[in-house]
Nanobody
Framework: EVQLVESGGGLVQAGGSLRLSCVVS????????IGWFRQAPGKEREGVSC????????YYADSVKGRFTISRDNAKNTVYLQMNSLKPEDTAVYYC???????????????????WGQGTQVTVSS
C-alpha cells in the first residue's frame, strides 16, 4: 500500500519558520520525484516545490523562491520542506505527492503525480 504522510504543519506568526516532512512507503522512493503542493481556501491547488530522483535537482514556484528549501533523505524515505520568512499568503493545506515519470518537472503540474498524501495545515498569522 502506498502511503505519503505529511507532518510539521501548524500555526506560526509572519516571519516565522516551519519544517514539513513527508514520509513515503509503498514504492521505490529513490525512483520518484517528490513534490509539495498547497491549496488555500477558495483557491486551486498549486505547485510549491519538487525534488528529482537521481541527482536531487530542486525546483520552486516563484512565490517561494529564496524562502523555502526542499530536500530528501533517501535512507529515511523522507522529503522535507523548510519554510522560512513565512507570509500570511502561505496559509494553505500542504500536500506531498510522488511521481514516477515527469515530463516537465519544473512546471509542477499536479496531473503528473501519481500518489498523494492527506495534507497538513499551515496557518501564518499577520
Amino acid at each position: 500500500e502506498v502511503q505519503l504522510v505529511e507532518s510539521g504543519g501548524g500555526l506560526v506568526q509572519a516571519g516565522g519558520s516551519l519544517r514539513l516532512s513527508c514520509v513515503v512507503s509503498g514504492f521505490i522512493f529513490d525512483d520518484y520525484v517528490i513534490g509539495w503542493f498547497r491549496q488555500a481556501p477558495g483557491k486551486e491547488r498549486e505547485g510549491v516545490s519538487c525534488i528529482s530522483s537521481g541527482d536531487g535537482s530542486t525546483y520552486y514556484a516563484d512565490s517561494v523562491k529564496g524562502r523555502f528549501t526542499i530536500s530528501r533523505d533517501n535512507a529515511k524515505n523522507t522529503v522535507y520542506l523548510q519554510m522560512n520568512s513565512l507570509k500570511p499568503e502561505d496559509t494553505a493545506v500542504y500536500y506531498c505527492a510522488g511521481a514516477n515519470t515527469v515530463y516537465a518537472i519544473g512546471a509542477l503540474e499536479e496531473y503528473e503525480y501519481d500518489y498523494w498524501g492527506q495534507g497538513t495545515q499551515v496557518t501564518v498569522s499577520s
